[in-house]
């Protein structure tokens, strides 16, 4: 839901922008986009299929999202020269590291949890166990580099209630900025064919 709301966002700031300067929109110029659907095929398998809980192995689950932040990473790498890559390459690299530190899955504490789920959903759910689709529901005292878990949360009277990383947030910065930015390209290889 974050990654889409920056995508919009983005999207809608370079066109007003480009709009603005009565200029055209144009997309990132991204190379290798095939990889990105191939990254979240084992999110799919793993996480997003109703029998994958219980038909394949945790082990197995945790191993398929390390390929999928993995993957994406080196997508970030082949596209490292385009404007906002690196910021999500920073994102990616820090949801990255914390899963890899649990298993694969992301922690949430139950304080966190519990703002997200009632009381009586979240007592079935026991402490290392897996909590909604990539999550293992962890206390502070029990994560490694806490920091980076999904620990930050909408305000209370905000009508989505999704928790998120430290990560999520640079994705979505280096996504905004990567469709905001569109505007500008043109504007670059104009000034270039400038001569001087």
Request: hydrophobic share 55%; charged share 10%; with cysteine.
């Amino acid at each position: 839901m974050v990654l889409l709301a920056a995508v919009l966002a983005g999207l809608l700031a370079g066109l007003a922008v480009a709009r603005w300067q009565k200029r055209s929109w144009e997309p990132p110029g991204l190379r290798f986009l095939w990889l990105v659907p191939i990254a979240f095929l084992p999110q799919l398998v793993a996480v997003y299929l109703p029998q994958a809980r219980t038909e394949i192995p945790v082990a197995l689950a945790g191993a398929g999202l390390i390929l999928s932040q993995t993957l994406l990473l080196l997508f970030c790498w082949l596209n490292r020269r385009t404007v906002g890559v690196w910021v999500l390459a920073l994102g990616t690299a820090c949801n990255l590291l914390i899963m890899a530190v649990h298993g694969g899955f992301m922690p949430i504490s139950p304080e966190t949890a519990g703002r997200l789920v009632s009381a009586d959903a979240l007592a079935t759910v026991q402490i290392g166990g897996r909590f909604g689709w990539k999550d293992v529901l962890l206390p502070l005292a029990q994560t490694q580099l806490a920091f980076l878990g999904d620990r930050l949360l909408p305000p209370a009277g905000f009508p989505y209630q999704v928790a998120f990383s430290l990560g999520d947030v640079f994705i979505a910065i280096g996504v905004f900025w990567m469709m905001a930015a569109g505007s500008r390209r043109r504007i670059i290889l104009h000034l270039e064919e400038v001569p001087c």
